[in-house]
C-alpha cells in the first residue's frame, strides 16, 4: 500500500477519469477527498472506493465555477484542520460543451468554461499551497489535452483553457522545483472511452478506444513514490510505460 495515509484531493471525482483515479489511488491506501458538484455520483464514486477495500473517503460537494474565494479558503482550512497536510491534488475536472466558433461564443458560456478549467485550478493550488508544503513530499497534476495544444478550430474556450493551464502548471513547477518538496506535472491521457470522450466525438468507435482504467497504473506512478523528483513534465499516457 504506497500510498498509506497519504490524503489526495481529486475534482470531479463524480465520473470519468476523476473517479477511475479515485479507485486507483485508493486501492494503493490514499484517502481520497472526492470534489465535484454532482452528489449523486459522488456518492456512487464514494461506494466504488468502498466496495473496492479502498480507506472511507470524504464527499465535498463543491462547485468550481461558482464558489468565490472565500468558499475556496474555507476548503483549505477544512482539510487543515482534519488531515494537518495534504499529499496531492489532481485537476480532472473539464468543461467543454461543444466545438463552437469563436464568433458564436457567449459571454457566460466562455467565463463558465475558463473559471472551471483555468481559474479553478489556479485558486486551489493558491489556497492549498500552504497545506500541501506541510508534507514531506507532495504530488500536484494537471490534465490537459494533445489536440488543444495544437489550437485548432472551433476548440474556443476550452483549447485556450487547456494551453493556458499547462503554461501555469510549467510556471508553478520552476517556481517550486527548487524546494524539492512539491512536483507539478501534466498528464495528456489521450484517447479513452470516456464521458468527455463521447461528448466530444459522438460518432466514434468507442470500442476502438483505451478503457478509463487502462490509465490506472500512471496515475499510481504521478502520485506514487516512483515519480519523486519528477516536475515540470508533460506526460502523455500513449507512450507511458513504467
Not at 475534482?11 to 477519469?17: D, I, R, Y
Not at 464558489?67 to 489532481?90: P, T
Not at 510556471?171 to 512536483?183: N, S, T, V
Not at 489521450?190 to 496515475?219: C, H, Q, W
Amino acid at each position: 500500500m504506497p500510498l498509506k495515509n497519504q490524503v489526495i484531493l481529486i475534482t470531479g471525482a463524480a465520473g470519468g477519469l476523476g473517479s477511475t483515479a479515485a479507485l486507483a489511488l485508493a486501492k494503493q491506501g490514499a484517502h481520497i477527498i472526492l470534489l465535484d458538484k454532482n452528489i449523486p455520483k459522488l456518492e456512487a464514486a464514494y461506494d466504488s472506493i468502498l466496495a473496492g477495500n479502498g480507506p472511507e473517503p470524504i464527499m465535498y460537494p463543491f462547485d468550481l465555477a461558482g464558489a468565490n474565494e472565500n468558499e475556496y479558503q474555507e476548503l483549505a482550512d477544512k482539510i487543515d484542520e482534519k488531515y494537518g497536510s495534504l499529499q496531492g491534488i489532481l485537476h480532472s475536472a473539464v468543461e467543454f460543451s461543444s466545438f463552437t466558433p469563436m464568433s458564436e461564443y457567449k459571454t457566460k458560456d466562455w467565463g463558465h468554461t475558463i473559471n472551471v478549467n483555468l481559474n479553478a485550478p489556479f485558486l486551489l493550488c493558491r489556497v492549498l499551497m500552504p497545506v500541501l508544503q506541510k508534507s514531506k513530499q507532495a504530488s500536484i497534476v494537471f490534465t490537459s489535452d494533445s489536440s488543444a495544444r495544437k489550437s485548432p478550430a472551433y476548440s474556443g474556450a476550452y483549447g485556450v483553457s487547456k494551453v493556458a493551464m499547462e503554461s501555469y502548471a510549467n510556471i508553478l513547477a520552476e517556481e517550486h522545483e527548487a524546494f524539492g518538496k512539491i512536483r507539478i506535472n501534466t498528464l495528456i491521457p489521450g484517447p479513452v472511452d470516456s464521458p468527455f470522450r463521447k461528448r466530444a466525438y459522438p460518432a466514434e468507435d468507442k470500442s476502438k478506444l483505451p478503457t478509463m482504467n487502462s490509465l490506472t497504473p500512471i496515475y499510481q506512478y504521478l502520485f506514487g513514490p516512483e515519480s519523486l523528483g519528477v516536475t515540470g513534465q508533460t506526460i502523455d499516457a500513449r507512450t507511458f510505460y513504467l
